[in-house]
């Protein structure tokens, strides 16, 4: 057997056991997309997005990147959101980092990774604008999860100054932006209550 034999065996598993407890479910499945959420998170494989809130395939839209980044040259990311806004008219849209992020601890110890640093220059500009409260937390690992918070709080920043989400506001279609953490320890989830839901809630320098 091939190393991805076992994948298309463990898919056929799968389907049978889905269908065997639902038999209509991959019919309703393909009838319709329906989400209210859009889940931008990190690529990391030990996060997966429908899993970790116990919701079934079709009701959360998903991005995903290195470090859930959030950047306005980025077309696919772009393309995802307003695909979910205007489109599928997702009610909440969600950035969600992990606390044992890759791509936070090679953005924060820096070196030269390659390609990949130019991407997580967007955490470095991040680690850059909040060094003197970083630098006050003593303990490395405490550091690199208030890193995370704060990358995952500039990612819900950079959502509400797309022309997307404001145009959205601008046309009274509701959509909230939150900022969540993942622990990989407890499989919890935190909010860090940095919600946005109005064009008010953001600076003047960033509004369309």
């Excluded at 639902?22 to 996060?47: H, M, T």
């Excluded at 070196?111 to 937390?137: K, Y």
């Excluded at 320890?185 to 860090?192: F, W």
Aim: hydrophobic residues 40%; charged residues 20%.
């Amino acid at each position: 057997m091939s190393k991805l034999d076992n994948l298309f065996e463990k898919n056929r598993q799968w389907s049978a056991s889905v269908k065997t407890s639902d038999p209509d479910f991959f019919r309703k499945l393909a009838a319709q997309q329906n989400p209210e959420y859009l889940w931008i998170g990190c690529s990391d494989s030990r996060v997966p997005a429908n899993q970790i809130v116990g919701l079934l395939p079709g009701e959360i839209f998903v991005h995903r990147n290195v470090a859930n980044i959030v950047v306005h040259t980025d077309l696919n990311c772009l393309s995802v959101l307003q695909f979910a806004v205007d489109v599928l008219r997702v009610k909440h849209v969600i950035v969600v980092g992990h606390y044992g992020c890759g791509g936070i601890r090679t953005a924060y110890d820096g070196g030269d990774n390659g390609l990949i640093d130019n991407w997580l220059r967007n955490i470095q500009d991040v680690h850059h604008r909040h060094r003197a409260r970083l630098d006050a937390v003593q303990d490395r690992e405490e550091r690199l999860n208030l890193l995370c918070e704060l990358n995952v709080m500039a990612q819900v920043g950079h959502v509400c100054h797309t022309t997307i989400v404001q145009n959205a506001w601008a046309r009274e279609q509701p959509v909230a932006v939150h900022g969540w953490v993942y622990s990989l320890v407890d499989g919890q989830l935190k909010d860090l209550e940095c919600t946005v839901d109005r064009l008010e809630q953001i600076p003047d320098a960033y509004r369309v």
